[in-house]
């Protein structure tokens, strides 16, 4: 049988497994931050129907700018933008990419604060983009001065910003945006996935885009949206961002299908973000009730909670599975990370938490 290393694969591909969380059938799922409320039933019937208007012309291509798309994004985002400040992709995962393929590539090298989002490493693998971690403060927290200091020691092409941070999900002071877009020599890319859950007085780093032509914002629908497996991810920025990407991006990478249904949910947002703050509220529940177990648990501002578990982490991950709820073990020693659901999910994790003491 031929293996990978039969083959004449990349040297730094070598050795290398794919990345992915477990996909596994239990009755709780708290492991890769979706929503877990499904799409309502009116959205249901009105992405049915964008999706049935656009059977017919399956024979062409689709708008390979995604212009309609776009523009209901811009609108969605608010703070002025148009349609030609936003740039959209099949997930924020592709945007990143397609930001690294523009902005990043041999040569050139990319900083994150981790712990932060795992593909942001994997993304500058990818596009052969030197990667270099650079480290977040104490409790996971990242001031102003630590992260200046340390765009300034590598002075990298593209820093990842990552706000409310994943796995951590605390969002960043705006004064930490605007010290490293003073400081950084290139791209600064601040990932917003979870901007929706934030906790009220948080700021999202699209009110700084105004006069910042390197500032790169990207958002997704597969969080608050709950639109995780209809894959749309966006980007605002200056336009000239958006021209960059588009010399890098696949043409027609945007399904006819994948633009449609979007567009439909976008129509229906109030339906789908009505989740959100039924979330929030789990997710404020789970960690004042771990706090008050005596946790150490991690200030949130996304629909996820990181929570020190008082020992080895894979055993309590592998305790909490046995009891039926998947969460995510993602490789800090001591501690767990878990997704913030419904009311009866929540039930089930804490009362799962028992087995641990
Ligand atoms: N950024 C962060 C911080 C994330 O946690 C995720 C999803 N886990 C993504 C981006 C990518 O999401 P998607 O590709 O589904 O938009």
Known sequence: MTTLDDLPIRDDLRGLKPYGAPQLDVPVRLNTNENS??????????????????LRDLNRYP??????LRADLAGYLGHGLTVEQVWAANGSNEIQQQLLQAFGGPGRTAL????????????????????????????????????????????????????????TGTALDP???????????????????????????????????????RLVVTRTMSKAFGFAGGRLGYLAADPAVVAAVQLV???????????????AAL????????????????????????????????????????????????????????????VR????PGWLRVTAGTPAETDAFLTAMEKLS
């Not at 708008?63 to 309609?68: H, I, L, N, S």
């Not at 977040?136 to 990298?156: I, K, S, Y």
């Not at 706090?291 to 080895?312: K, M, W, Y």
Request: include cysteine; charged fraction near 20%.
């Open 63 to 68: 708008d390979r700018d995604a212009v309609a």
């Open 112 to 167: 994150g604060f981790t712990p932060a989002y795992s593909m942001h490493p994997l993304l500058a693998l990818g596009t052969g983009t030197g990667w270099i971690p650079a480290a977040r403060g104490v409790d996971f927290g990242l001031t102003a001065d630590e992260a200046v200091a340390q765009v300034r020691a590598h002075r990298p092409d593209v820093v990842f910003l990552c706000s409310p941070n994943n796995p």
């Open 329 to 332: 073990d993602v490789g800090l």
């Open 37 to 54: 409320y499904p799409v309502p039933e009116p959205v249901v019937e009105a992405i049915g129907k964008a999706l049935a208007a656009e």
């Open 267 to 326: 129509a229906h947002r109030d339906a789908l973000l009505g989740t959100v703050t039924a979330i929030m509220q789990q997710r404020d529940r789970i960690v004042a009730e771990l706090r008050a177990r005596g946790h150490r648990v991690a200030d949130s501002d996304a629909n996820f909670v990181l929570f020190e578990v008082g020992g080895e982490q894979s055993t309590a991950w592998r305790t909490l599975l046995d009891a039926g709820v998947l």
């Open 249 to 263: 991006r696949l043409p027609y990478h945007l399904s006819a299908l994948t633009q449609a249904a979007a567009r």
């Open 175 to 213: 004064a930490v945006v605007a010290a490293v877009l003073a400081e950084a020599p290139g791209m600064v890319i601040v990932d917003e996935a979870y901007a929706e859950f934030a906790r009220p007085g948080t700021v999202s780093a699209l009110a700084v885009l105004p006069g910042h032509p």
